[in-house]
């Protein structure tokens, strides 16, 4: 297999060993970073020297560049004290959550406020430990969300954005493209409704492409037709979410790690009426405090927990849906260029089982979506019952299963039985067998529904209608293509700051 990478990363259930090239890149792109390359794998440790200084000189055993970064941004980062007086911890606002959208609402807020004060809190020691650390990180260009939708409109604007981004911080990622293959004359007919989405929702380059197109982009690939999309890429989000965390430092903002917030509630100053009080106080598990003038939570899997604790309604309740993604014998790597995607089935929020290359060189197949037994749980042995009895007893949860009693139980199936997931594969790639695929990593989304089974698609704000509606925002449903919408959304949560609080 030659020689290995220096980047290590920790995804949930192991470490993983990137392509040299990743390596090459992250050396070009950041020169004050060493990276000590390791012949032999499977060792998960890097070595990464801080050649400037700058974080501090000794070598760091860390495990990725996105490690590095995220030690930047919370070595600093005081943890919360306990023993810090109330008035030490006021802020104009805080930003509940350090997950991509967070930190991009964060990073947006600051940018525009500069002379207001913000603090970010998170409860986890870093930063995008959940959905936006675990996912398939594509940059999606926007194709098939219901035109004139939120998602639809956000996705477009955010990938522009992100590629700007990129661009100026030089944040390694790769336009290669996607395919979305139609293997049979039904998904055949398919194609032409994707297409007309993709064209209504303004997405660029999007075309139609034979069979030997198809051979031609990916020359392992089999299809009758595709819709082809130059503009999807792929990036590392967690890797990103932590650059906006680095510009939200630089401008002055706090980030509390290990904060898990446990409560809002008004504080005596609320009720003099002076607009300029830090009449919120937000309490944390583990005894913190801290006050502010207005709250916005973008807290992923537990967004609905988060809303409640301000008097929002139950709904749309938050059900976690693990995605377990397969790993491509690396031998066979190369039999895929770009993104290779099924035609979805609409039913279904899911894109379906794809082909999706890495920054670090590996190859993801997947994600399948099965209820995860824990909000955060990345395996089955994850198991919260507060969780899961909290899924199950929800009306919603329990109608979903029985109308897609069939679908559930397959995908089980799968998950325990990988082999059964390569018929799957080798409709798109024929040349795979069962000694290429292995277990790989997972994610869980955070999947918003109604009580009556409905999932939710688009992305939802609300502020309640209590006495803290006033002051508190939160972004409910931030499902994919979230990362890649993450500035836009960061943008439309500024401007609902705006008009809703006066702000
Ligand atoms: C398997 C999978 C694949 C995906 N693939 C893609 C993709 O390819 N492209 C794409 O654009 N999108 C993709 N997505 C979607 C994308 O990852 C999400 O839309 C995005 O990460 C959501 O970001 P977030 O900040 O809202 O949530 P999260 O990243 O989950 O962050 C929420 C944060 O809030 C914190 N938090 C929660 N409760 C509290 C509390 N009480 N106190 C303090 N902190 C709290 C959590 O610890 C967490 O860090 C995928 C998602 C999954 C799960």
């Not at 929800?394 to 559930?408: E, H, I, P, Q, T």
Request: glycine letters at 10%; hydrophobic letters at 35%.
């Amino acid at each position: 297999m030659g020689r290995k990478v220096l980047i290590g990363r920790t995804f949930g259930i192991g470490t993983f060993i990137g392509s040299r090239s990743y390596a090459d890149e992250v050396e070009g792109v950041h020169p004050n970073i060493e990276v000590s390359r390791i012949k032999k794998d499977p060792d998960p440790s890097i070595q990464v020297r801080n050649l400037a200084n700058k974080f501090g000189a000794a070598t760091l055993g860390l495990r990725n560049l996105r490690g590095l970064l995220l030690s930047q941004n919370t070595t600093k980062d005081a943890r919360f004290s306990s023993t810090s007086t109330a008035a030490q911890n006021k802020f104009d606002v805080v930003i509940v959550g350090g997950g991509i959208v967070g930190m991009a609402t964060a990073r947006e807020l600051i940018m525009k406020h500069p002379n207001m004060t913000f603090a970010v809190l998170e409860k986890e020691p870093n930063l995008a430990a959940h959905q936006s650390g675990h996912n398939s990180g594509v940059i999606h260009a926007g194709i098939y969300y219901t035109p004139g939708t939120l998602k639809a409109k956000l996705c477009v604007e955010g990938f522009l954005m992100s590629y700007k981004y990129f661009d100026e911080k030089k944040i390694p990622y790769k336009r290669c493209g996607k395919l979305i293959v139609a293997t049979n004359s039904d998904e055949v007919k398919k194609l032409d409704e994707i297409m007309r989405k993709g064209v209504e929702n303004k997405v660029p380059g999007l075309e139609i492409v034979d069979a030997a197109k198809i051979k031609e982009i990916e020359p392992y690939c089999r299809g009758l037709k595709a819709v082809w999309s130059p503009n999807t890429g792929i990036v590392d989000w967690g890797l990103v979410t932590n650059y906006y965390a680095k510009d939200f430092k630089e401008l002055g903002g706090q980030i509390f790690n290990n904060f898990p917030v446990s409560g809002f509630s008004e504080t005596a100053e609320s009720s003099n009426n002076d607009e300029n009080s830090h009449c919120i106080r937000v309490t944390g598990a583990k005894g913190q405090e801290v006050r502010a003038q207005y709250v916005v939570t973008c807290g992923g899997l537990q967004s609905d927990r988060l809303a409640q604790m301000s008097g929002c309604s139950i709904e749309p309740k938050i059900v976690p849906f693990r995605g377990e993604y397969l790993l491509l014998n690396p031998a066979k790597n190369h039999m895929v260029n770009g993104n290779i995607y099924p035609v979805p089935d609409p039913r279904f929020p899911f894109l379906g089982v794809h082909f999706t290359p890495r920054m670090d060189g590996s190859v993801w197949l997947g994600p399948n979506a099965i209820l995860a037994f824990k909000r955060e749980g990345y395996g089955y042995t994850d198991v919260n019952l507060t969780d899961l009895l909290d899924a199950i007893r929800f009306k919603g949860f329990r109608k979903l299963a029985l109308k897609y009693v069939g679908f559930g139980v397959s995908e089980v199936v799968k998950s325990i039985f990988i082999s059964k997931q390569l018929k799957e594969l080798q409709k798109f790639i024929p040349d795979i067998d069962a000694s290429d695929i292995r277990r790989g990593p997972s994610g869980v989304r955070a999947q918003a529904m109604d009580s009556n089974g409905n999932l939710v698609e688009d992305f939802v704000f609300d502020s309640g209608s209590g006495p803290l509606s006033k002051r508190i925002l939160h972004c409910r449903n931030a499902p994919s293509p979230g990362a890649t919408s993450s500035l836009a959304i960061a943008k439309v949560i500024a401007d609902k700051m705006k008009n809703q609080f006066n702000f």
